[in-house]
């Protein structure tokens, strides 16, 4: 009976320090920059024919974040919205272009 709880307090004790030995998993959530932030892509101010973003009146040369082919013209805008907006009358809008 002796070796019995010995071996048992044995299996034990390396039970316990083998369960404080294993990483800790974190349970906090973390986002994923993937998912949670869009993707930014700058286009050069040299590779559109406007001056000025034709939504806001933004000049191309403080960044652009999306372009549109229109009428054989590469036009740029500062943001999805502005292109948005110009894409909802595009003829109206394209009146009000600033061309290089």
């Given at each position: 009976?002796k070796?019995?709880?010995?071996?048992?307090?044995?299996?034990?004790?390396?039970l316990?320090?083998?369960?404080t030995?294993?990483?800790?998993v974190s349970t906090?959530?973390?986002?994923?920059?993937?998912?949670?932030?869009p993707?930014?892509v700058?286009?050069?101010?040299?590779?559109?024919?406007?001056?000025?973003d034709?939504?806001?009146?933004?000049?191309?040369?403080a960044g652009?974040?999306?372009?549109?082919?229109?009428?054989?013209?590469?036009?740029?805008?500062?943001?999805?919205?502005?292109k948005?907006?110009?894409?909802?009358?595009a003829?109206?809008?394209?009146?009000?272009?600033?061309?290089?």
């Amino acid at each position: 009976m002796k070796q019995l709880t010995i071996a048992a307090c044995i299996s034990l004790s390396s039970l316990v320090f083998s369960c404080t030995n294993a990483p800790k998993v974190s349970t906090e959530k973390v986002a994923d920059s993937a998912t949670t932030m869009p993707k930014e892509v700058k286009y050069s101010a040299n590779i559109v024919n406007n001056k000025k973003d034709p939504s806001c009146g933004m000049p191309v040369r403080a960044g652009i974040l999306d372009t549109i082919h229109y009428n054989g013209k590469v036009i740029g805008f500062c943001s999805a919205e502005c292109k948005a907006d110009f894409t909802k009358d595009a003829a109206k809008k394209m009146a009000s272009v600033e061309w290089k």
